[in-house]
């Protein structure tokens, strides 16, 4: 259930099994789920602890509701090297430009602060995102991927992609998931068709959660 009082009461994946999902639809969702079962196989070792460490950076995650695994996400992604379609031609392939990145960070942590990304505190490593963001990086454990574009164009689109592909995302925006085969009919500004969530207004929780209760 998302823990955003816009649309308590509502979670997605109580549409699995109704007719607003069909086989198709359930079979890529629960590749998602299953996510946080996933055994590093690209970033591995050191990798993997700079990984997870960046994705707390770049999407902070509450406590009180299980945590997206986007570390998972993202290896799962690089084990099967899916791109674009496209990319800049100043960047390496994906899992090139992954692994370049990954160990870039690192190399740029022991660098200024003696010790790996991983084990930096929140302050130091978002300093140190800064850095990479603006491009004041030159260690060159980078291999000329100019880092500004690594953060621009592969960090924060995987990322955020990422996080917003899994169903913990949806119920936290109120989205309901992939319109297969259902569809939506009210297209119209600010109508909602039955299996959409109400947006709960200000002393409208109660009843938004009352409503997004029945949301199938």
């Given at each position: 259930?998302?823990?955003d009082?816009r649309y308590?009461?509502?979670?997605?994946?109580d549409?699995r099994?109704?007719?607003?999902w069909?086989?198709?639809?359930?079979a890529?969702?629960?590749?998602?789920?299953?996510?946080?079962d996933?055994l590093?196989?690209?970033?591995?070792?050191?990798?993997?602890r700079v990984?997870?460490?960046?994705?707390?950076?770049i999407v902070p995650q509450?406590?009180?509701?299980?945590?997206?695994?986007l570390?998972?996400l993202l290896d799962?992604?690089?084990?099967?090297?899916?791109?674009?379609?496209?990319?800049?031609a100043?960047?390496?392939?994906?899992?090139?430009?992954?692994r370049?990145g990954l160990?870039a960070?690192d190399?740029?942590?022991?660098?200024?602060?003696?010790?790996?990304?991983?084990?930096?505190?929140?302050?130091?490593?978002?300093?140190?995102l800064?850095?990479?963001q603006?491009?004041?990086?030159?260690?060159?454990?980078?291999r000329?991927?100019?880092p500004?574009l690594?953060?621009?164009?592969?960090?924060?689109?995987?990322?955020?992609?990422a996080?917003?592909a899994?169903?913990?995302?949806w119920?936290?925006?109120g989205f309901?998931?992939p319109?297969n085969?259902?569809?939506?009919?009210?297209?119209?500004?600010n109508?909602r068709?039955?299996w959409?969530?109400?947006?709960?207004r200000?002393g409208?929780?109660?009843?938004?959660?009352r409503?997004n209760?029945?949301v199938?």
């Amino acid at each position: 259930m998302s823990a955003d009082t816009r649309y308590r009461g509502y979670d997605v994946l109580d549409k699995r099994d109704t007719p607003s999902w069909d086989a198709v639809t359930r079979a890529v969702i629960d590749e998602r789920l299953t996510a946080a079962d996933h055994l590093p196989q690209v970033a591995t070792g050191a990798a993997w602890r700079v990984l997870r460490a960046l994705c707390t950076c770049i999407v902070p995650q509450p406590a009180d509701r299980p945590a997206v695994p986007l570390a998972a996400l993202l290896d799962r992604r690089l084990a099967a090297n899916r791109g674009d379609g496209f990319r800049d031609a100043r960047l390496p392939p994906l899992r090139e430009a992954w692994r370049i990145g990954l160990d870039a960070l690192d190399a740029e942590s022991r660098h200024g602060h003696g010790r790996g990304f991983a084990d930096l505190d929140d302050e130091a490593r978002i300093d140190l995102l800064h850095r990479v963001q603006h491009g004041a990086c030159a260690d060159p454990a980078w291999r000329g991927m100019p880092p500004a574009l690594f953060f621009s164009h592969r960090v924060l689109p995987d990322l955020l992609s990422a996080y917003y592909a899994h169903p913990q995302a949806w119920s936290e925006i109120g989205f309901g998931g992939p319109a297969n085969p259902r569809g939506y009919v009210r297209m119209v500004a600010n109508r909602r068709d039955p299996w959409e969530p109400v947006e709960a207004r200000p002393g409208e929780e109660a009843r938004a959660y009352r409503e997004n209760r029945r949301v199938r």
